[in-house]
């Protein structure tokens, strides 16, 4: 059995920094591309930032700059560190990952953690 687990969220005040890890546990014989997902109280779920196994990237407008995704594919472990934070950024974020495991591939979603950014 796969599972993603994250760390990392929390409550900070605008223009601090938050560093979320998510890390794959279970068989795993690959992960492809890794990312970061995040939903809003009344909205739908939004990707943040995604790597692939090669390690390109790409982030949604309202976060480049400000967040930075890495992963360490010895660990299958993936990092979203976000420096500026703003309220606006307050939402549950999930970890995904696109992993093949013995069944096959398997698209995979974490628990979610809160971050909350408020004075």
């Known amino acids: 059995q796969v599972q993603l687990v994250e760390s990392g969220g929390g409550l900070v005040q605008p223009g601090e920094s938050l560093r979320l890890s998510c890390a794959a546990e279970?068989?795993?014989?690959?992960?492809?591309?890794m990312g970061w997902y995040r939903q809003a109280p009344g909205k739908r779920r939004e990707l943040v930032a995604a790597?692939?196994?090669?390690?390109?990237?790409q982030y949604r407008d309202s976060v480049r700059g400000r967040f930075t995704i890495s992963r360490d594919n010895a660990k299958n472990t993936v990092y979203l560190q976000m420096n500026s934070l703003k309220s606006e950024d307050t939402a549950v974020y999930y970890c995904?990952?696109?992993?093949?495991?013995?069944?096959?591939?398997?698209?995979?979603w974490g628990q979610g953690t809160q971050v909350t950014v408020s004075s």
């Open positions: 995904n990952a696109a992993i093949y495991v013995v069944e096959g591939p398997l698209d995979a």
């Open positions: 790597i692939s196994n090669d390690g390109s990237t």
């Open positions: 279970g068989t795993i014989f690959s992960i492809k591309a």
